[in-house]
């Protein structure tokens, strides 16, 4: 599966500069500071795990929840404090995030909901697009942002991306983009993936295994949206 990773670092005095673009055809292919890795790998390596099923099942739209959403070891909202949400029908996050970091949430009935997700076959996360949860074409459609307690060196993601087909003319599937960010600030990296019309697995970690990844932005331009399920992480701080 083809990732297209595009890296940047910040110079010693903030300044935002490119570093390059890698195209990488097969996965798993390396980069200068972030490569793929295989979810079920990181799923018996890490201890902490997502699965929105602090929630009773309930079926689509299920929860709107117009507010961050707090689990152990991490925050879930819209975007990081300082940045701005625009773009239509998909949410597009944009600007550099303020310090402290802090997670925000979207506006009333445009931040996030979970339902049961008949793909999954469990609760599932669906961020809300511009057009509000009463909308179905909105479901799955917005922007969505993970800030850890403790900085990662590695995490993992399920994405179920799928669209009505009752005619036959269902369109290509879209894809996903991550923007990792320092406990800093500084952005890390860009990754973006291809997505097919079931449940894709992600898994990245960084180079070295340096554990400086505090949070996760996530944005999508699949048709019929997304879903996510299963978010993997380190529970406890990595020492040394």
């Known amino acids: ?44 390596q890490l201890d902490g795990r997502i699965n929105f099923e602090t929630l009773p099942q309930r079926p689509e739209p299920g929860f709107n929840l117009n507010a961050p959403m707090r689990f152990h070891g991490a925050w879930l909202g819209e975007r990081l404090a300082g940045q701005a949400v625009s773009g239509a029908p998909h949410d597009v996050i944009r600007a550099q995030p303020d310090l ?24 599932a996360l669906l961020p809300v697009g511009p057009g509000g949860f009463d909308a179905l074409s909105a479901r799955g459609e917005g922007a969505v942002t993970i800030l850890f307690d403790h900085d990662q060196a590695a995490f993992g993601l399920r994405v179920h991306a799928d669209y009505a087909d009752p005619l036959g003319h269902r369109p290509p599937p879209g894809t996903l983009q991550l923007r990792l960010y320092s406990r800093k600030g500084a952005l890390i990296g860009t990754t973006e993936h291809p997505l097919g019309h079931a449940i894709t697995e992600i898994g990245l970690r960084r180079d070295g295994n340096i554990p400086d990844i505090a949070a996760i932005t996530i944005t999508n331009t699949d048709p019929g949206g997304i879903a996510i399920d299963d978010i993997l992480f380190q529970l406890t701080a990595l020492i040394g």
């Open 1 to 44: 599966m083809i990732r297209r990773f595009v890296l940047w670092l910040r110079t010693g005095v903030g300044l935002l500069t490119s570093v390059g673009i890698a195209t990488l055809c097969l996965a798993g292919g390396a980069t200068a500071q972030v490569h793929s890795e295989s979810y079920g790998t990181l799923a018996r």
């Open 100 to 123: 402290p970091l802090a997670i925000r949430a979207g506006r009333a009935g445009q931040n996030l909901s979970v339902a049961r997700h008949r793909g999954f076959g469990s609760n």
